[in-house]
């Protein structure tokens, strides 16, 4: 009799996203150095929040550096992280805050239950003061279940669709966004597993511990003005993110903001600016993304307004810097953010006339495609912030859609999206696809997409389908 033996699954490829801002060498040290002596291997994605690291950076790490301080405790840096992760075709994202660590087995234990299907891993936490003391009292949140800290997630791409959520979250709600994290989560019907045995040392300065322990404060305690208790916005959080959280009916929004701010994005790895011709600035906000490995003409901008911002170069580049940039622009305040992207041939007087003819144009979303005086062409996006999450479909369709086919798409299911009739059953899709390509894009975006009588449909509802 043979003995057959069963095929070792494929690895998972997992990325540890770490929201940086002015972290010390010593602490940022101790946060990379649990990561690197974790026993399943990992790639670590440092984001700082507009400030320069101090830290070498070892193999194995990505380091992203965003243009300016967003400073909505860590939200956007881990969410652009996440989604820049997932689109470079890692399996599953973990996250973890540079004043915190891991112990060496924690990935694995995460793997082990993605493993057995589970959408998202729930870990459980040590919590620590900042002179060492390990708190011996229980959190009643931690130990009901009804909270889960941002550093125990972890998140297969079956749930990617939920990041623009940290992403997109405005600085204006406060804290809490590990909180509705849980709440989405939840709604969504994502399959969960809780860890067992904690893995991840939390170090403290919140009050409730320092009460719950009986202990006498050490350092300088949280004290936010704002949280998600407080300070949430229903209204809000659907232009930004495009997910419904649960909500009262006929909720008055809170006008969280409305600054007509106006920002304009340039993707562009063919950039022909010589390194000593100034750029001028167009908008509000101009925001150039170029590859990493491209010398960058803002690197000494002329104008406080205009900034520069590195990607790593891969394929579907240009639809992932659209997206995310697009983001960063409303995290900045932005009203409307239009999307230049394309092989422009740094002619901004032609640029300078695009974005002018094109802010003029009063919709949610407006797509095209433009022939420049060159002979090439570059791709016109205008997005407004009532419809913000709209520009989070460049970063969510497949990377490997080319220039063309992301904006058909982006066109139809924008303006299925933005007509407000989410009870539509149905949507015809601009190009047939297969099944596992279908369930891709359900992953990635969180929209229902279904194939039937052999076009494609998308459905309205997101629970039940993340297969």
């Known amino acids: 009799m043979t003995n057959q033996r069963n095929a070792d699954p494929a690895p998972l490829r997992v990325a540890v996203v770490t929201p940086c801002w002015q972290e010390s060498p010593e602490i940022l040290g101790r946060c990379m150095a649990s990561v690197r002596a974790q026993t399943y291997?990992?790639?670590?994605?440092?984001?700082?929040?507009?400030?320069?690291?101090?830290?070498?950076?070892?193999?194995?790490?990505m380091h992203i550096r965003l243009p300016f301080n967003i400073g909505n405790s860590g939200g956007t840096p881990r969410g652009l992280g996440a989604q820049l992760a997932f689109n470079l075709g890692f399996d599953a994202v973990a996250f973890l805050d540079a004043d915190n660590w891991y112990d060496p087995g924690h990935i694995e234990s995460a793997v082990h239950a993605l493993r057995r299907q589970a959408d998202v891993v729930f870990a459980r936490r040590r919590v620590v003061f900042p002179d060492g003391e390990v708190m011996t009292a229980k959190d009643p949140t931690d130990e009901s279940g009804q909270h889960v800290d941002t550093n125990c997630y972890v998140i297969s791409r079956r749930a990617a669709f939920l990041m623009p959520l940290w992403l997109m979250w405005p600085k204006e709600f406060g804290v809490g966004e590990d909180r509705m994290m849980l709440v989405m989560v939840k709604k969504t019907?994502?399959?969960?597993?809780?860890?067992?045995?904690?893995?991840?040392?939390y170090q403290t300065n919140w009050p409730i511990h320092y009460k719950l322990q009986g202990k006498v404060p050490v350092a300088p305690l949280r004290a936010p003005q704002r949280s998600v208790a407080t300070h949430f916005d229903h209204n809000t959080f659907h232009q930004l993110t495009g997910m419904a959280a649960p909500t009262a009916e006929n909720e008055v929004p809170c006008g969280v903001g409305a600054r007509q701010k106006m920002g304009l994005v340039v993707v562009d790895w063919r950039m022909r600016q010589s390194r000593g011709t100034p750029l001028h600035p167009i908008a509000d906000l101009d925001l150039y993304v170029l590859p990493d490995d491209v010398p960058h003409p803002c690197d000494e901008p002329r104008s406080p307004s205009i900034v520069g911002m590195s990607l790593p170069r891969h394929r579907g580049y240009s639809g992932t810097a659209a997206g995310l940039a697009a983001a960063l622009a409303?995290?900045?305040?932005?009203?409307?953010?239009?999307?230049?992207?394309?092989?422009?041939?740094?002619?901004?007087d032609e640029l300078r006339d695009i974005y002018q003819r094109v802010t003029l144009m009063d919709a949610p979303l407006q797509v095209e495609s433009v022939v420049l005086r060159s002979g090439e062409s570059c791709h016109v996006s205008v997005?407004?912030?009532s419809h913000a999450y709209l520009a989070l479909l460049y970063a969510q369709l497949l990377v490997d859609f080319d220039a063309v086919t992301r904006l058909e798409w982006l066109r139809r299911i924008g303006q299925w999206r933005a007509g407000g009739d989410m009870s539509a059953s149905s949507l015809v899709l601009p190009h047939a696809l297969?099944?596992?390509?279908?369930?891709?894009?359900?992953?990635?975006?969180?929209?229902?997409?279904?194939?039937?009588?052999?076009?494609?449909?998308?459905?309205e509802s997101q629970k039940g389908a993340i297969a």
């Open 41 to 61: 291997p990992v790639t670590h994605i440092l984001v700082s929040d507009g400030a320069d690291l101090c830290v070498p950076q070892p193999s194995g790490v």
């Open 330 to 348: 409303f995290m900045n305040g932005c009203n409307q953010v239009v999307v230049i992207q394309g092989d422009w041939t740094a002619a901004q």
């Open 189 to 201: 019907g994502l399959r969960t597993e809780t860890l067992e045995t904690p893995t991840v040392w």
């Open 383 to 385: 997005f407004r912030r």
């Open 434 to 459: 297969p099944p596992s390509r279908l369930q891709a894009l359900t992953q990635r975006t969180g929209l229902r997409l279904t194939a039937h009588a052999g076009v494609n449909r998308m459905g």
